[in-house]
């Protein structure tokens, strides 16, 4: 599961195999991860398993994050809902009876969850979810979420350090692009890695300089070197 969550948190659909596979290891229903809130301007992301929760992603997204009881935990502390609210209340919430009982009516009985605050300050909310005929989480279910929470916490900072990067990347690469000017860019053995738009077309002209699959040579032998 460790292994999971720093291997699957770069791939294309962020924490959907990780949070497969804690959903196993715990011995949960479902499984939900609020990677990123939903406000006014910006829907954020979450990811729940199984896959057929799509739906539930999106209500949750535009509408129901806003009603959630189970919200603002200690932070990095593994928690019951029944440690923060009694049953009847958890079950008679607007939450419970008109979302989470359409939506995963089985499933949403039994909670547990964990808030992790990342080193930029987000919050990020993993909730857990069994049906109500299997026994409840217990001091043993909280101990084995709580020694994810580590690893959690560091996948979160280097996804976000990698969404950073690429967004640094694309803006440089516009930057060059936006250039009136030929700029190419080489690796350590003279490679070419990336050519902007004007390059690419005096390299096709053979002004001064051609590509030769992926190195450069000028135009006359005696100048290649």
Request: proline share 5%.
């Amino acid at each position: 599961v460790i292994h999971a969550i720093y291997q699957f948190v770069l791939v294309a659909e962020q924490w959907r195999a990780s949070v497969a596979l804690m959903s196993e290891y715990i011995g949960c229903t479902r499984v939900t991860i609020v990677v990123r809130e939903s406000n006014g301007t910006d829907l954020g992301y979450l990811v729940v398993h199984p896959e057929n929760g799509k739906e539930i992603e999106a209500a949750y997204k535009t509408t129901w994050y806003k009603s959630d009881p189970f919200v603002n935990l200690p932070p990095e502390r593994a928690v019951l809902i029944a440690d923060v609210m009694s049953n009847r209340e958890w079950q008679d919430s607007v939450y419970f009876r008109e979302f989470l009982q359409g939506a995963m009516p089985a499933d949403a009985h039994h909670g547990m969850g964990v808030d992790i605050v990342t080193s930029a300050g987000a919050i990020c909310r993993l909730r857990l979810f069994r049906y109500p005929e299997l026994p409840p989480f217990d001091v043993e279910d909280k101990a084995r979420l709580a020694n994810l929470v580590p690893h959690i916490k560091q996948a979160l900072t280097l996804a976000a350090q990698a969404t950073r990067n690429e967004a640094e990347r694309e803006i440089y690469e516009e930057g060059l692009d936006g250039l009136n000017i030929g700029v190419v860019v080489l690796d350590e053995r003279g490679q070419l890695l990336r050519a902007n738009p004007v390059a690419c077309r005096l390299l096709t002209a053979g002004d001064g300089l051609r590509r030769s699959g992926r190195e450069l040579e000028a135009c006359t032998p005696s100048e290649t070197r």
